[in-house]
């Protein structure tokens, strides 16, 4: 799929599903969205640009290997998950900054957790599909 | 009594798994990383269990939602015991694994999985939540269909399918069994759920739940007409792999019978009948199997079956002493199975075969390594005062104090058939004189390893038998662990009155 529509195309759409995506985990919580479709509209986003210019193209923008995402979600998942106890409150509880940050909203503890999610997803489905185009 | 730590055990398998997947290249580190790891997981494990023997039921409630809402974690004696248990034979795995598992293997994550593994046990263990359960299950099943197939041999390849399936069915099986009940409770809290189902006037419906659940979990722990799928699978993987499972997979579901059905279902005549035919056939059956076979992995993945019938026996005795029992051969049956497929491995990595035929020798040219062999070969057939006695010794007291002599004569039978088998597995593979088998090129042998890896092997071997002797020897203490935990699940008012409070 070498077309110039849709290599030009990429370009533009890399930058702006990578912006959705992170507008996507920021409105989970309360309202449809979250880490786990924000990680995947994410990953679609490399993957889009890699079918129009080819993996290693793609392989220099990310710069790392994919893979390395997995274990820096899971700290931020754990981290989210065991901060509850330096309050001596039970794992997973929900904690809140009592302001609401500007643009972002009310920031809790499940905000780093879902960062968390958005961060393994991507790392996972990218090394899946990587590896599998690799062998092509 | 509430603890927020004590979910500890489980997160930090999990923290082990994330600091192992950051030195995803460094083959050593991993290695010294997973032992560590797994000795600090032993002194958590120590502590809570200090802690639960002098305290009581602790309990946690994740994400600080009150009990029958939220997702509960439990840890009372029985949960504690498990998780020391698994911790134990875990950091004799991965003290195993440093010596036996090949690089290759190594390479595509063998040691963050091994954690994820025993992450998923202990929260199984710790679970207090009906659903919560079925996740850890998942959690363990999805990593151990990882480590079957590691290394992608063809014969692993083979067994893991039939693993897999089996284990996806009894998954399907359990959440429909989950299903019913929350329909017919509305709640999926076990402590909830204990005072909720006694309450059902519709009998025939709660056995029929019942029933479910003995079938998802009868596959998950191998019990007789639901056997199949584990010895086609577990002697497909490397040793270090076997080793876990052997000694820890099946129990999993040893101990969900057990606290589901002294907690949510108090079995009625009809089921104590079904459980003790179940049990007496499983014990012959395995027993049986384990003895036409050739391959010494077959037979102990045979053998395992026929001693997850002690355990159901004790169950379907249901007396506390019987109760009694069955923890005390779990307690015993975990360090020792898990230990005997080290032993198998250590054989292979010697001889470079499994077949009894050609294997021999071994007391002649290696007599100390024998002797160390001996102990949990021997532990296994319950010899005096070796540990798999003791545990007998209740069973069958249970069993005389019921009146169900079949079910004793069906132990006696299973432990002198056990007792024939391992004899027979002496002579032939240690006092026979082996035949010369040829070199195989794959195979690394032990002379050939590095002392360190040497010394890894040997040391988890001699670890885990010490354990044994130490279960044995010490019987009295841990025959005090087992009667608190069997009157701990007989009446089970402290377990709930810690989840849901006084009433």
């Known amino acids: 799929m070498k077309t110039i529509i849709f290599r030009t195309a990429s370009d533009y759409l890399l930058p702006l599903l990578l912006l959705f995506s992170v507008f996507i985990l920021l409105r989970g919580h309360y309202l449809p969205g979250g880490g786990f479709v924000g990680g995947l509209i994410a990953s679609i986003a490399f993957v889009i640009h890699s079918f129009a210019n080819g993996l290693e193209k793609t392989r220099n923008i990310i710069k790392f290997h994919p893979g390395f995402l997995m274990p820096i979600g899971l700290v931020f998942a754990i981290g989210a998950g065991a901060a509850p106890w330096i309050v001596g409150q039970p794992f997973m509880s929900g904690l809140w900054f009592d302001d609401p940050f500007p643009v972002i909203g009310m920031v809790g503890s499940a905000l780093f957790f879902d960062t968390g999610v958005y961060l393994v997803v991507i790392g996972v489905s990218l090394t899946i599909i990587f590896t599998i185009s690799e062998t092509l | ?503």
């Open chain 2, 1 to 503: 009594m509430s603890n927020p730590y004590i979910v500890l055990p489980i997160i930090f398998q999990l923290f082990l798994a994330i600091v192992l997947m950051f030195c995803w290249t460094q083959k050593n580190l991993q290695k010294l990383v997973s032992t560590v790891g797994s000795l600090i997981a032993v002194i958590i494990a120590v502590i809570m269990f200090v802690e639960v023997w002098e305290v009581g039921p602790m309990v946690t409630q994740a994400g600080n939602w009150e009990a029958p809402y939220g997702i509960t974690f439990v840890a009372d004696t029985f949960s504690v015991l498990m998780v020391l248990l698994t911790t134990l034979s875990g950091l004799g795995v991965s003290v195993f694994s440093v010596g036996a598992v090949r690089n290759a293997r190594v390479k595509f994550g063998y040691f963050p999985i091994l954690h994820f593994l025993i992450m998923g046990l202990c929260g199984a263990f710790l679970a207090g939540d009906i659903f919560n359960l079925y996740v850890w299950f998942e959690i363990i099943i999805i990593s151990s269909f990882v480590l079957i197939t590691i290394g992608g041999e063809k014969a692993q390849l083979e067994g893991s399918i039939k693993y897999v399936t089996m284990n996806l069915l009894a998954s399907v099986v359990f959440l429909t069994a989950i299903a019913v009940l929350y329909g017919l409770t509305g709640s999926l809290n076990m402590a909830d759920l204990s005072n909720k189902v006694a309450e059902i006037e519709n009998r025939g419906l709660v056995n029929l739940t019942a029933i479910l659940f003995l079938v998802g979990f009868g596959i998950k722990s191998a019990v007789f007409p639901l056997y199949f799928w584990l010895p086609a699978s577990y002697h497909t993987p490397p040793p270090a792999i076997s080793a876990i499972f052997g000694g820890l997979l099946t129990k999993v579901g040893v101990y969900a019978l057990l606290r589901v059905f002294t907690l949510i279902f108090i079995p009625d005549a009809f089921l104590i009948t079904l459980i003790s035919i179940m049990a007496a056939l499983t014990i012959f059956s395995g027993a049986i199997g384990a003895l036409i076979q050739n391959n010494i992995r077959k037979i102990f993945s045979y053998l395992i079956i026929c001693h997850i019938g002690f355990m159901l026996a004790g169950l379907g005795m249901y007396t506390e002493i019987a109760i009694l029992g069955a923890v005390f051969y779990l307690t015993h049956d975990i360090i020792v199975k898990t230990n005997l497929f080290m032993v198998s491995g250590l054989m292979f990595k010697i001889k470079g075969t499994y077949s009894l035929r050609l294997l021999g020798g071994f007391y002649k040219d290696y007599p100390k390594l024998s002797l160390l062999m001996a102990i949990p070969l021997f532990s296994l057939v319950g010899i005096p005062p070796l540990s798999g006695f003791w545990a007998k010794f209740y069973l069958i007291q249970g069993g005389l104090e019921v009146n169900n002599l079949v079910l004793v004569g069906f132990i006696i039978l299973g432990s002198f058939l056990t007792l024939f088998i391992i004899a027979r597995l002496w002579s032939e593979a240690f006092w026979k004189t082996g035949e010369l088998v040829p070199k195989k090129l794959k195979v690394k042998y032990f002379h050939e390893l590095k002392p360190l890896k040497r010394t890894a092997i040997v040391a988890s071997i001699l670890f885990l038998a010490l354990i044994s002797l130490g279960i044995g020897l010490g019987a009295e203490y841990v025959i005090q662990v087992a009667e608190r935990v069997a009157s701990e699940l007989m009446d089970p008012q402290a377990y709930k009155e810690a989840v849901l409070g006084k009433l």
